[in-house]
């Protein structure tokens, strides 16, 4: 099956570049090779929460109708947030889909399948099959996954997995060969854009999270989200070098063994 790749816009920025870049190395070398939609734009980053928002479904609906219902990849919690999101109620809403297509010139052909690469990992090639292409497993590495809060909900409308006990990123690690540690904190929000807002709230969120995963015993939390990265980074437990923050397919190439130079061409 050919699968879409929609990488959004912080992906290009540096700050957040290594995760595509790891991703995608990582994608051609397991056999899931991930062509880039073209001319793609901003997701939007929020979802609309009033029920009578449309246009800000327009971004998102551009992405969905140029796959043309082919499955569209992701890697940022916060894209596959709103895309997923935005696919559902557009499957569901006979009157959000035509608006929609009224602003695009063009008529929306139906749900597009929006999944993000851990899904892909899990459901195409799966977490035997990932075991077994492990060249260098992360033996005494021990890792948590850092959900946050868009990946997980609302849990219907996203389906990614339980929302109280997710299980997909503990499953991955644990196909690398890592020591997996669970916290209590993993699904729990960052504190997200209160780093603009109300930047002591977010210091605090994310001050609790890192500590709960420094006294279960990790050494590194790995999450999807650029955001989530930029504020648990933040954190004093973080910049004292006590605790690093990855994304989560940084561990991937590791454990498949691809060299710098791979990643970075």
């Not at 816009?9 to 190395?25: P, R, V």
């Not at 980053?45 to 246009?55: G, K, N, R, S």
């Not at 999270?209 to 504020?231: D, H, Q, S, W």
């Amino acid at each position: 099956m050919d699968y879409l790749y929609f990488p959004g816009c912080t992906l290009k920025d540096k700050t957040a570049s290594i995760m595509e870049k790891t991703a995608l190395t990582a994608a051609a070398a397991l056999g899931l090779p991930l062509k880039e939609i073209d001319e793609w734009q901003c997701c939007g980053a929020v979802y609309p929460l009033t029920e009578d928002e449309f246009i800000t479904l327009v971004s998102p609906s551009r992405t969905l109708y140029k796959a043309q219902r082919k499955p569209v990849v992701t890697l940022c919690s916060a894209c596959h947030h709103v895309l997923k999101r935005t696919g559902v109620r557009l499957a569901a809403d006979k009157e959000a889909r035509d608006k929609v297509s009224y602003c695009l010139e063009q008529e929306y052909p139906g749900e597009t399948p929006v999944l993000h690469y851990l899904e892909l990992l899990r459901d195409e090639l799966g977490w035997a099959a990932l075991k077994e292409k492990v060249k260098a497993p992360l033996e005494g590495r021990r890792l948590a996954a850092y959900y946050g809060c868009m990946l997980l909900r609302p849990a219907k409308e996203m389906a990614f997995d339980n929302p109280e006990k997710p299980r997909i990123m503990e499953d991955f690690l644990q196909a690398l060969g890592a020591e997996v540690i669970t916290f209590p904190f993993r699904n729990k929000c960052c504190g997200a854009y209160l780093a603009v807002t109300e930047q002591q709230v977010m210091e605090d969120t994310a001050n609790k999270i890192v500590t709960m995963a420094l006294e279960y015993g990790a050494e590194e939390l790995t999450t999807a989200c650029p955001l989530c990265r930029y504020n648990l980074e933040q954190t004093p437990i973080v910049r004292d070098g006590k605790l690093k923050i990855s994304f989560f397919s940084e561990p991937l190439a590791a454990a498949l063994n691809l060299e710098e130079q791979e990643v970075m061409s």
